[in-house]
């Protein structure tokens, strides 16, 4: 009766481990971030900017012309025997640039916005821009994004969207993006993507990491970047970002969540974005991720890269001044100023392969039936 007992007690745990079904191993798809700006929608200049009046490079000069006494009537002559809309005397320009009054002193416009008069830039009133709906309460400030056709929050392109160097149709970046961009990719760190979950050929959900890595983008002949390539993590970061997802016909959506990746001057000193959303299509035919993130950012870390140096046919006081004045979140407890504005960015993302600092393969970019090495013996070798 007794063996009996231990038999029966044997058997019954033992059972569930003879009938256990083994967990399915997840897998994560890994990418570079190959493309990265602000996301314009510039197909319909016309409704968007009805003035035109924010001009280009030669209306700049006229205006910073009158700013330090002339009249337009000067600045245009002035202009206009130049040999070149720019080639003005070395103390006219310098005096243009040194015009703001700090302390009575003159210093540069660069240097210190704020002293400078606001040229009150033309501002967007067109119905669309891309982004989401982030909760901002003015109803008058939504626009209609051109895909989903939700309502969105997006100041920072009602802000720049009239300036000539924001007219920029995808795959065009907007000018001063695209020059700071295509001068830091070729020595900076890059940022990576990779998407993790059970079964990345079918919608369910997934968890995304943003990291940033020890080498820059490889790109090929064509200044195109390469697929396949091989980032290893940085370690130590404060740009690690794991994020909570889903994937939706194919769309990539996460839980809004505070995002921080670490840039590289030229281009943004970091990406730090509130209330982080995305949308992302992850069944491109070229196996790229396409889509958008949208949030909250910092509007002078934003325009300091216009505000560090001369704007590129973008007016850089009347930028700051644009979005000082259309900031939508975060208003200073003294002051009042909105800190934070609301705004999106379009991304691409090439497929790559993601290392540990020990060469051990985190992320690949193609599905479980390729063969995959399972580590590189150095950094530098890229299967």
């Known amino acids: 009766m007794r063996l009996t007992k231990i038999l029966r007690w044997s058997l019954g745990a033992a059972l569930p481990?003879?009938?256990?079904?083994?967990?399915?191993?997840?897998?994560?798809?890994?990418?570079?971030?190959?493309?990265?700006?602000?996301?314009?929608?510039?197909?319909?200049f016309a409704t968007n900017c009805p003035e035109n009046r924010n001009g280009g490079r030669t209306e700049l000069t006229i205006r910073?012309?009158?700013?330090?006494?002339?009249?337009?009537?000067?600045?245009?002559?002035?202009?206009?025997?130049?040999?070149?809309?720019?080639?003005?005397?070395?103390?006219?320009?310098?005096?243009?640039?040194?015009?703001?009054i700090v302390n009575g002193k003159p210093q540069s416009i660069y240097n210190y916005p704020e002293a400078v008069h606001d040229p009150n830039l033309e501002t967007v009133i067109g119905k669309f821009a891309y982004g989401f709906d982030l909760g901002g309460r003015t109803e008058a400030n939504k626009f209609e994004d051109p895909d989903t056709r939700q309502k969105v929050d997006n100041q920072l392109w009602r802000a720049v969207g009239c300036t000539e160097s924001f007219r920029?149709?995808?795959?065009?970046?907007?000018?001063?993006?695209?020059?700071?961009?295509?001068?830091?990719?070729?020595?900076?760190?890059a940022w990576v993507f990779s998407i993790t979950g059970d079964d990345l050929s079918k919608d369910g959900k997934v968890t995304v990491t943003l990291d940033r890595v020890t080498q820059h983008m490889e790109r090929d002949a064509s200044g195109n970047v390469?697929?396949?390539?091989?980032y290893v993590l940085e370690q130590g970061t404060r740009s690690h970002n794991v994020l909570q997802g889903e994937i939706k016909d194919g769309m990539l959506s996460i839980t809004p969540a505070e995002i921080y990746l670490e840039g590289e001057m030229p281009y943004y000193s970091e990406i730090a974005i509130r209330n982080t959303h995305m949308r992302i299509n992850t069944r491109n035919p070229d196996a790229k991720l396409v889509g958008y993130w949208g949030g909250y950012i910092n509007w002078t870390r934003f325009i300091y890269m216009y505000t560090s140096r001369p704007?590129?046919?973008?007016?850089?006081?009347?930028?700051?001044?644009?979005?000082?004045?259309?900031?939508d979140s975060d208003p200073d407890p003294k002051t009042g100023q909105?800190?934070?504005?609301?705004?999106?960015?379009?991304?691409?993302?090439?497929?790559?392969?993601?290392?540990?600092?020990?060469?051990?393969?985190?992320?690949?970019?193609a599905p479980?039936?390729?063969?995959v090495p399972e580590k590189v013996a150095d950094a530098s070798v890229r299967p």
């Open 17 to 44: 481990l003879c009938f256990a079904v083994p967990a399915m191993a997840a897998e994560t798809h890994g990418y570079v971030i190959s493309w990265f700006a602000t996301a314009t929608h510039a197909a319909d």
């Open 64 to 100: 910073a012309l009158i700013d330090i006494g002339y009249t337009r009537e000067e600045a245009l002559d002035m202009v206009k025997n130049a040999a070149v809309s720019t080639a003005l005397p070395a103390d006219v320009t310098k005096k243009m640039e040194n015009r703001a």
């Open 168 to 189: 920029a149709i995808p795959p065009v970046m907007p000018y001063p993006e695209e020059l700071a961009w295509n001068l830091m990719i070729d020595t900076a760190p």
């Open 226 to 230: 390469l697929s396949n390539m091989t």
């Open 311 to 327: 704007g590129n046919n973008a007016d850089s006081i009347g930028l700051y001044h644009a979005l000082k004045r259309m900031a």
């Open 338 to 365: 909105n800190r934070y504005i609301s705004t999106t960015w379009r991304m691409e993302a090439t497929p790559a392969y993601i290392a540990k600092a020990d060469g051990k393969i985190i992320a690949s970019p």
């Open 368 to 371: 479980r039936n390729t063969t």
